[in-house]
């Protein structure tokens, strides 16, 4: 079992920054995958970025490479989503998951089913 509670979500200016934290407690967080997902209102959950285990080489959705940032603390069980270059159709509730099985392809981890345990989720509001 893996809890995760996500935390730094709030309201911001478009152009703003925000940085997000999943707390991660339960198994050897090393060994796990780590995603950042987002959902917002009357739409699907749609990926946005997922680091590989131990910190590993990351991948992003179209929408926010080159303004997000993924990365992890091992020492503290946590994953960061640095945010910037905010927009407001960025606004969604953000998840972070873990995906405890390794897949070769980035593209696989696109799929939620890719993801064995979810945070609650912090809202992120940019507005314009």
């Known amino acids: 079992q893996v809890q995760l509670v996500e935390s730094g979500g709030g309201l911001v200016q478009a152009g703003g920054s925000l940085r997000l934290s999943c707390a991660a407690s339960g198994r050897t967080f090393s060994t796990y995958d780590m995603g950042w997902f987002r959902q917002a209102p009357g739409k699907e959950r749609e990926f946005v970025a997922v680091?590989?285990?131990?910190?590993?080489?990351?991948y992003y959705a179209d929408s926010v490479k080159g303004r997000f940032t993924i990365s992890t603390d091992n020492a503290k069980n946590t994953v960061y989503l640095q945010m910037s270059s905010l927009k407001p159709e960025d606004t969604a509730v953000y998840y972070c998951?873990?995906?405890?099985?390794?897949?070769?392809?980035?593209?696989?981890?696109?799929?939620?089913?890719?993801?064995?345990?979810w945070g609650p989720g912090t809202q992120v509001t940019v507005s314009s």
């Open positions: 998951a873990v995906a405890g099985n390794y897949f070769r392809n980035y593209e696989a981890y696109e799929r939620k089913a890719a993801y064995d345990y």
């Open positions: 680091i590989r285990r131990g910190g590993g080489s990351s």
